[in-house]
């Protein structure tokens, strides 16, 4: 437990921060680093926990991977020379190394057993299971393979034409990365569209790939190749201080190398819309993903509705859009957010649990949030939930209250940023 208390700011932020890598744009760098021949760079890879997690999994199976600060040197023979794992694989915290290990595991002429945390042991994989299954994985766990640990008997297996029944680019990329292994082509459709890291190194590797409106498909022709790969700054995590500038009195923040891809821009646009001063500055574009520097003010704002095929592009930070919204006059709405529901916690239960505890006007909704406005925050004990953007959206919040703010357990801000809070002091 590393119980954090934090003072209420009462001066303005300003200064510029370099933003830490993307955390799905990292884990895919090593995926595919890993599943190629040949050698991977990574240049700006983050190093938090839940990146860590996808690294070790691969030295389980005999790829050799340097990790020296945030550049990673991948050396893979390819995925025919993966080896079988001599020891069940910790996944630890992380949704996106599990669902997306699954995939590849699923088609491995080999025998696995993964496990995670307590939080990770309570969320679904049948989303991923049910459709490796259609394609002839063999997995097997508690409550007929929905909860981990899941042993994995690797098989033959072929693709499949499948409609995501869930908003989760998790699982959308689960079933391209078993199409990389199947016999025949795998087909996946997305109703709304998610995060599309997976097929941009698809690409970027030299998969055989194809996407046709909301359709991607994907076969196993062709051998990946290694490639270098700059990880763009996280705007999941430049969110936070997107949020701290825009709600700080008197603030200006510069947030530099912000992915922007548009499939994870929600955030810009609701801070746009809530009539937030936002600017975006040096804008261009690496292997298919954008960047550019983001610069934002302190500003009145006003309370919006958010629902939509806006969702997926801003899932991730909702805890601290609703910070914001507390911040705004008048009501925000937060709906189609069903999904915050079987994240690291439950995050709609969390998030008005915290911000209540701080003194905002927040409600629950089944799939999303109420938040009123403009309302002053009070200092307080809260609980992180072990859910390090949780406890980051708390820490944030401590900026603008009129007293201390104590979070339970602060550690878990490791997992996706691990230099929060001295990016946080350099602006403060
Ligand atoms: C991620 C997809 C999202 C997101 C998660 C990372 C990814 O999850 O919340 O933090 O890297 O594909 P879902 O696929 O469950 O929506």
């Known amino acids: 437990m590393s119980e954090c208390k934090l003072q209420p700011l009462n001066k303005p932020l300003s200064g510029e921060i370099l933003v830490p890598g993307d955390k ?5 760098a090593v995926i595919f680093g890993s599943l190629a021949n040949g050698i991977t760079k990574i240049t700006h890879f983050l190093d938090g926990e839940d990146c860590m997690r996808t690294v070790d999994a691969f030295r389980e199976m005999g790829v050799y991977i340097d990790v020296q600060d945030t550049t990673l040197i991948i050396k893979s023979k390819g995925i025919t020379r993966l080896v079988e794992p001599s020891q069940p694989l910790d996944f630890g915290n992380s949704g996106t190394t599990t669902r997306l290990m699954l995939g ?3 088609g491995l002429p080999f025998f696995t057993t993964i496990y995670g945390d307590a939080s990770l042991s309570k969320r679904p994989m049948d989303r991923v299971v049910n459709p490796l299954r259609q394609m002839g994985a063999i997995i097997d766990g508690r409550l007929n393979g929905n909860l981990l640990p899941l042993a994995i008997r690797g098989t033959t297996i072929k693709g499949i034409d499948y409609t995501l029944p869930v908003k ?3 699982v959308k990329s689960a079933v391209l990365l078993a199409g990389l292994f199947a016999e025949g082509k795998t087909k996946v459709t997305e109703p709304i569209p998610t995060r599309n890291h997976t097929e941009n190194m698809l690409k970027a590797f030299g998969a055989d790939l194809t996407i046709d409106g909301n359709t991607i498909t994907v076969t196993n022709k062709s051998e990946l190749t290694g490639t270098d790969v700059h990880v763009p700054g996280d705007i999941s995590s430049a969110a936070f201080f997107l949020v701290a500038g825009a709600i700080v009195p008197g603030s200006e923040i510069l947030l530099k190398n912000v992915g922007l891809n548009p499939s994870r821009t929600g ?4 801070l746009n819309k809530m009539g937030a001063k936002i600017q975006i ?5 690496v292997s298919g993903e954008a960047f550019g520097n983001v610069r934002i003010a302190h500003g009145s704002l006003k309370g919006i509705t958010i629902e939509g095929g806006i969702i997926p592009r801003l899932i991730d930070e909702i805890p601290v859009i609703a910070l914001l919204a507390t ?3 008048g009501t ?6 069903e999904e915050l529901r079987v994240k690291e916690t439950d995050r709609i239960t969390a998030v008005v649990d915290v911000l209540t505890t701080l003194g ?3 409600t629950a909704t089944e799939d999303g949030l109420i938040i009123k406005g403009k309302t002053s925050l009070n200092g307080g004990e809260i609980a992180s939930y072990d859910d390090h953007r949780i406890a980051m959206m708390g820490a944030i919040a401590s900026l603008i209250t009129d007293s201390e703010v104590t979070i339970d357990d602060a550690s878990c801000i490791a997992i996706s940023y691990p230099n929060f809070f001295n990016d946080l002091e350099s602006i403060s």
């Open 104 to 106: 590849i595991l699923a």
């Open 168 to 170: 989760s680019a998790q």
């Open 281 to 285: 500055e040096a804008e261009h574009s």
């Open 327 to 329: 911040q705004a006059e």
């Open 267 to 270: 955030i810009i646009e609701v």
């Open 360 to 362: 905002a006007d927040i």
């Open 332 to 337: 925000t709405v937060i709906k189609n957010a």
């Open 24 to 28: 799905s744009i990292s884990h895919r």
